[in-house]
């Protein structure tokens, strides 16, 4: 059964090669061979030719760093605790998007926030 969870992070652009040490520290959160990597999805070389050049609404490339993965059975609180512990150039410029399956809407914060904050009471907020 699958139990999904989409995670995105909104980086500055002083911290997008962190992606790559938060993608090989969740190598180790568990001892299944699950991929938790994030990608990027507004770096348009990053994705298989052809990508369209409308491949964003509007006709432009964001002007961002956005990374996402949907993963399934993803320890939650560890990994909202590596992006925590990260030396982000910008913690509070690191908005942290995360949403259950069944939730309606995303849980937000910034790498800042998460660092002052229970991690496990952020998951269980009411969405």
Same mark, same amino acid.
């Given at each position: #059964?699958? %139990?999904? @969870? @989409?995670?995105?992070?909104?980086?500055?652009?002083?911290?997008?090669?962190?992606?790559?040490?938060?993608?090989?520290?969740?190598?180790?959160? @568990? /001892? $299944?061979? =699950?991929?938790?990597?994030?990608?990027?999805? @507004?770096?348009?070389?990053?994705?298989? /030719?052809?990508?369209?050049?409308?491949?964003?609404?509007?006709?432009?490339?964001?002007?961002?760093? %956005?990374?996402?993965?949907? +993963?399934?059975?993803?320890?939650?609180?560890?990994? &909202?605790?590596?992006?925590?512990?990260? /030396?982000?150039?910008?913690?509070?410029?690191?908005? %942290?998007?995360?949403?259950?399956? /069944?939730?309606?809407?995303?849980? %937000?914060? $910034?790498?800042?926030?998460? =660092?002052? #904050?229970? &991690?496990?009471? +952020?998951?269980?907020?009411?969405?």
């Amino acid at each position: #059964m699958s %139990v999904v @969870t @989409t995670v995105m992070l909104s980086v500055s652009h002083e911290d997008p090669d962190l992606i790559m040490h938060l993608n090989i520290e969740a190598a180790y959160l @568990t /001892d $299944t061979n =699950r991929n938790y990597s994030l990608r990027s999805i @507004t770096f348009v070389e990053a994705h298989p /030719d052809p990508c369209p050049a409308d491949w964003w609404g509007g006709g432009k490339v964001p002007q961002a760093d %956005v990374f996402a993965g949907a +993963f399934n059975h993803l320890p939650e609180a560890e990994y &909202l605790g590596l992006i925590r512990d990260l /030396d982000w150039n910008s913690p509070e410029s690191v908005q %942290v998007f995360f949403k259950r399956e /069944d939730d309606d809407r995303f849980r %937000v914060a $910034t790498a800042a926030e998460l =660092r002052g #904050m229970d &991690l496990e009471a +952020f998951l269980e907020e009411e969405q």
